[in-house]
């Protein structure tokens, strides 16, 4: 009957009954001022945050402890012993702290006392000291939520629920777990997580029950704990104070208690309203930089690697472009002689000026070295896209198989968008202009220069009638004429040259050469072995006379070259044209042949100038040069050209249309302006 009126009073009195002494009930959904907190004894780092509605036992202060005791003792009655019981239910979290050892725990306690404040500091959840651990005068009974493994009292773990009776050896301990009723299994749970945690622990028949479960989990059916227990052994006096314990020492966290309900009888115990329960403040995360900076950090990362991708992109790009060919379908065929302009731009130390050979108005010449190959020279022409390349790249490589011992060997070419290389040998002699027209070098003897001239005539004769096509190479002249280290002849630079099937002509090819190589006919008629012919005519006579076509720093009537060696033969001595570094020694027989030769090449009627053929059996004396006057028709004219420097070359346009100005590519910047170029008729006419 008592019984049921308590029950309807718990029922219209709200939250709290303090029905009788021996009665003792209450419930806190939370600490806040809606609750009596005034029945709590508070000491240490406890305290109540009525903001938070949380019972705080410790903060983050090191060596301490906290105890929040309900004031008034929970009594056990008169009673016989088996009919002492109680039951609680509380909420509890512990949070650890980032970056920081934390542990150590909270106890749920029954002490006679209910100031504990002489407990040690460290490791004693603030139950015990080291006298009073262990005596049966302490009068403690603790459940242990234990996050930190001590040796000294044989913890099993640094998170394990334990309990102790008159000290922290506990009685009985395990690992923090749960039943859970749905899986039928035991579930860990970690305490010292920051999540919170329920707790019911009941005493009834002696035996002492510990249950725990995750917050939002009902009362699992099987206990954590379940011991027995002689109360009234632990407290004689039948009665003792209820409450919690906790302390820091060394490691810390913040440790609450949520709810808390407590009653003698388990069916009295007021459930929690779990949802009203307080939220758990967590520690601010920037109190660790690392991760506050974090996404500032992986944004620099990316920032980087993005900063990296586009440098190593345009490295790429600038690669790409720098080292960048033009290569079409057609080109497949000539593979093996296709240089990559990579590999070229390595051998010659990306066109080092220091390894200059030479420059004109074509382009320049670079000496490289090829790993297996060893020295070339590398000529360096400008094209433009839409000009014939396909019928010029096919002509180079055939010029590649060309074979003849006095043609420098063609080794290979590179295009490049405006721009094609054409790989030869590099000799190691240079070019002829540089020992006739220089002093740079020593003077070639005149068994040399006949030597050489010979075996031009006869490289030249091969190119228009030896090769399968008719090869006219357009551009001899001395600079053109290479030796090698014994001073042997070579022809090279092809970066003119054109191919015609024999009995065909190139009258539409436009007129290019060098003046003073050029025969007067080219604007007219165009190229043909002819004009060959007056190249090689010219370059006879420069190699003889040791000077240029054309050098507007003689006197007027030296001037021209072909005009002045007809004067001198006019006169009756030929050989006064040779050159004078020669100091005597030649061969007079020899010499007029040449010179007379050179006239007949440089005459300016085309039909009048023998082919190579007639050339190379005249200049080896094979045959006799036929008896011809310096009067001859055709003569010793010259191709008078108003210019200030001899080597300039120029290219004119097709000769479809003849009338059209030439155009001028000077050999150097600073040349004086090309400004006619007219066939000046001489005294032989
Ligand atoms: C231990 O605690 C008891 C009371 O709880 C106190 O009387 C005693 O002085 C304490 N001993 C030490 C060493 O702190
Ligand atoms: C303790 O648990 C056992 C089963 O493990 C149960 O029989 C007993 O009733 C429980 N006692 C209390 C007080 O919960
Ligand atoms: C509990 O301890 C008390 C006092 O030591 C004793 O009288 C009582 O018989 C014990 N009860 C049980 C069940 O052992
Ligand atoms: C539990 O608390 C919530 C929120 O405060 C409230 O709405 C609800 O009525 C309470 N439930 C009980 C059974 O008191």
């Given at each position: 009957?008592?019984?049921?009126?308590?029950?309807?009073?718990?029922?219209?009195?709200?939250?709290i009954c303090f029905s009788s002494q021996q009665d003792l009930s209450f419930?806190?959904?939370?600490?806040?001022?809606?609750?009596p907190?005034d029945n709590l004894y508070?000491?240490?780092?406890?305290?109540?945050?009525?903001?938070?509605?949380?019972?705080?036992?410790?903060?983050?202060?090191?060596?301490?402890?906290?105890?929040?005791f309900f004031k008034r003792p929970f009594d056990?009655?008169?009673?016989?012993?088996?009919?002492?019981?109680?039951?609680?239910?509380?909420?509890?979290?512990?949070?650890?702290?980032?970056?920081?050892?934390?542990?150590?725990?909270?106890?749920?306690?029954l002490?006679?006392?209910r100031?504990?404040?002489?407990?040690?500091?460290?490791?004693?959840?603030?139950?015990?000291?080291?006298?009073?651990?262990?005596?049966?005068?302490?009068?403690?009974?603790?459940?242990?939520?234990?996050?930190?493994?001590?040796?000294?009292?044989?913890?099993?773990?640094?998170?394990?629920?334990?309990?102790?009776?008159?000290?922290?050896?506990?009685?009985?301990?395990?690992?923090?777990?749960?039943?859970?009723?749905?899986?039928?299994?035991?579930?860990?749970?970690?305490?010292?997580?920051?999540?919170?945690?329920?707790?019911?622990?009941?005493?009834?028949?002696?035996?002492?029950?510990?249950?725990?479960?995750?917050?939002?989990?009902?009362?699992?059916?099987?206990?954590?704990?379940?011991?027995?227990?002689?109360?009234?052994?632990?407290?004689?006096?039948?009665k003792a104070f209820v409450g919690?314990?906790?302390?820091?020492?060394?490691?810390?966290?913040?440790?609450?208690?949520?709810?808390?309900?407590f009653?003698r009888?388990?069916?009295?115990?007021?459930?929690?309203?779990?949802?009203?329960?307080?939220?758990?403040?967590?520690?601010?995360?920037?109190?660790?930089?690392?991760?506050?900076?974090?996404?500032?950090?992986?944004?620099?990362?990316?920032?980087?690697?993005?900063?990296?991708?586009?440098?190593?992109?345009?490295?790429?790009?600038?690669?790409?472009?720098?080292?960048?060919?033009?290569?079409?379908?057609?080109?497949?065929?000539?593979?093996?002689?296709?240089?990559?302009?990579?590999?070229?731009?390595?051998?010659?130390?990306?066109?080092?000026?220091?390894?200059?050979?030479?420059?004109?108005?074509?382009?320049?010449?670079?000496?490289?070295?090829?790993?297996?190959?060893?020295?070339?020279?590398?000529?360096?022409?400008?094209?433009?896209?839409?000009?014939?390349?396909?019928?010029?790249?096919?002509?180079?490589?055939?010029?590649?198989?060309?074979?003849?011992?006095?043609?420098?060997?063609?080794?290979?070419?590179?295009?490049?968008?405006?721009?094609?290389?054409?790989?030869?040998?590099?000799?190691?002699?240079?070019?002829?202009?540089?020992?006739?027209?220089?002093?740079?070098?020593?003077?070639?003897?005149?068994?040399?220069?006949?030597?050489?001239?010979?075996?031009?005539?006869?490289?030249?004769?091969?190119?228009?009638?030896?090769?399968?096509?008719?090869?006219?190479?357009?551009?001899?002249?001395?600079?053109?004429?290479?030796?090698?280290?014994?001073?042997?002849?070579?022809?090279?630079?092809?970066?003119?040259?054109?191919?015609?099937?024999?009995?065909?002509?190139?009258?539409?090819?436009?007129?290019?050469?060098?003046?003073?190589?050029?025969?007067?006919?080219?604007?007219?008629?165009?190229?043909?072995?002819?004009?060959?012919?007056?190249?090689?005519?010219?370059?006879?006579?420069?190699?003889?006379?040791?000077?240029?076509?054309?050098?507007?720093?003689?006197?007027?009537?030296?001037?021209?070259?072909?005009?002045?060696?007809?004067?001198?033969?006019?006169?009756?001595?030929?050989?006064?044209?040779?050159?004078?570094?020669?100091?005597?020694?030649?061969?007079?027989?020899?010499?007029?042949?040449?010179?007379?030769?050179?006239?007949?090449?440089?005459?300016?009627?085309?039909?009048?100038?023998?082919?190579?053929?007639?050339?190379?059996?005249?200049?080896?004396?094979?045959?006799?040069?036929?008896?011809?006057?310096?009067?001859?028709?055709?003569?010793?004219?010259?191709?008078?050209?108003?210019?200030?420097?001899?080597?300039?070359?120029?290219?004119?346009?097709?000769?479809?249309?003849?009338?059209?100005?030439?155009?001028?590519?000077?050999?150097?910047?600073?040349?004086?302006?090309?400004?006619?170029?007219?066939?000046?008729?001489?005294?032989?006419?």
């Open positions: 009957m008592a019984q049921s009126f308590h029950l309807l009073l718990l029922f219209f009195v709200n939250l419930v806190f959904d939370g600490f806040d001022h809606q609750y907190t508070l000491d240490g780092l406890a305290r109540i945050q009525n903001s938070d509605r949380l019972l705080q036992l410790t903060d983050v202060t090191t060596m301490g402890m906290g105890h929040a056990f009655g008169s009673v016989s012993s088996q009919s002492v019981s109680f039951s609680t239910h509380f909420v509890c979290a512990l949070v650890p702290k980032p970056g920081v050892p934390s542990g150590h725990g909270i106890a749920f306690v002490s006679s006392s100031d504990l404040r002489e407990a040690d500091q460290v490791g004693s959840l603030g139950l015990l000291n080291r006298s009073t651990d262990g005596s049966p005068s302490s009068h403690i009974l603790a459940v242990e939520l234990d996050t930190a493994q001590s040796a000294e009292f044989e913890d099993i773990d640094n998170n394990h629920v334990g309990i102790d009776v008159n000290s922290l050896h506990s009685v009985e301990s395990a690992s923090a777990s749960y039943y859970s009723d749905i899986k039928r299994k035991k579930k860990s749970l970690k305490l010292l997580s920051g999540d919170p945690i329920q707790v019911w622990i009941g005493y009834k028949d002696s035996l002492l029950n510990v249950t725990l479960a995750p917050l939002r989990n009902q009362k699992p059916s099987k206990p954590l704990l379940s011991r027995s227990i002689n109360l009234t052994e632990i407290f004689p006096d039948r919690f314990s906790a302390s820091t020492g060394t490691l810390i966290s913040n440790q609450y208690i949520l709810g808390w309900s009653s009888s388990g069916v009295l115990l007021r459930r929690l309203n779990i949802s009203n329960l307080p939220t758990v403040p967590r520690f601010p995360k920037k109190t660790s930089p690392s991760l506050a900076l974090l996404p500032l950090l992986i944004a620099l990362l990316v920032l980087l690697a993005l900063i990296g991708m586009a440098v190593l992109g345009g490295v790429y790009l600038y690669r790409r472009k720098k080292y960048a060919e033009v290569k079409e379908p057609w080109e497949k065929e000539y593979g093996p002689l296709r240089y990559s302009y990579k590999s070229l731009y390595k051998a010659t130390r990306g066109f080092n000026r220091d390894g200059r050979l030479g420059k004109g108005g074509f382009g320049e010449v670079y000496k490289g070295t090829l790993p297996l190959l060893g020295d070339i020279a590398v000529k360096r022409l400008s094209h433009d896209a839409e000009q014939g390349i396909t019928q010029f790249v096919a002509e180079v490589v055939t010029m590649g198989s060309l074979q003849h011992k006095n043609l420098v060997p063609l080794l290979g070419y590179c295009r490049r968008k405006g721009e094609l290389l054409l790989v030869s040998k590099y000799m190691e002699g240079g070019s002829v202009d540089q020992y006739v027209f220089h002093d740079d070098k020593p003077a070639l003897s005149w068994s040399q220069r006949i030597a050489i001239l010979r075996d031009i005539a006869s490289t030249l004769c091969y190119l228009h009638t030896g090769a399968t096509q008719v090869v006219l190479h357009r551009d001899i002249k001395a600079s053109n004429v290479m030796l090698n280290r014994n001073l042997q002849g070579f022809l090279g630079d092809f970066g003119m040259a054109r191919f015609h099937d024999h009995g065909t002509n190139l009258s539409a090819t436009a007129a290019v050469g060098t003046i003073g190589y050029m025969a007067p006919e080219l604007t007219s008629n165009g190229t043909s072995t002819k004009t060959d012919v007056y190249a090689f005519g010219a370059f006879m006579l420069e190699v003889t006379c040791g000077r240029r076509p054309f050098d507007p720093e003689m006197a007027v009537e030296k001037r021209h070259l072909v005009k002045w060696v007809c004067e001198c033969w006019k006169n009756g001595s030929l050989v006064d044209a040779i050159d004078t570094r020669l100091r005597g020694k030649f061969v007079p027989e020899e010499v007029e042949i040449v010179l007379k030769l050179g006239l007949r090449c440089t005459s300016i009627v085309p039909e009048s100038r023998p082919n190579m053929e007639q050339v190379v059996q005249y200049i080896n004396s094979h045959q006799k040069l036929p008896e011809f006057s310096p009067k001859f028709p055709g003569i010793g004219v010259s191709t008078q050209v108003l210019m200030g420097v001899p080597s300039l070359e120029i290219t004119f346009s097709p000769v479809t249309s003849s009338v059209s100005p030439p155009s001028v590519s000077p050999s150097s910047a600073d040349n004086s302006t090309f400004i006619s170029h007219t066939i000046i008729y001489g005294d032989g006419r």
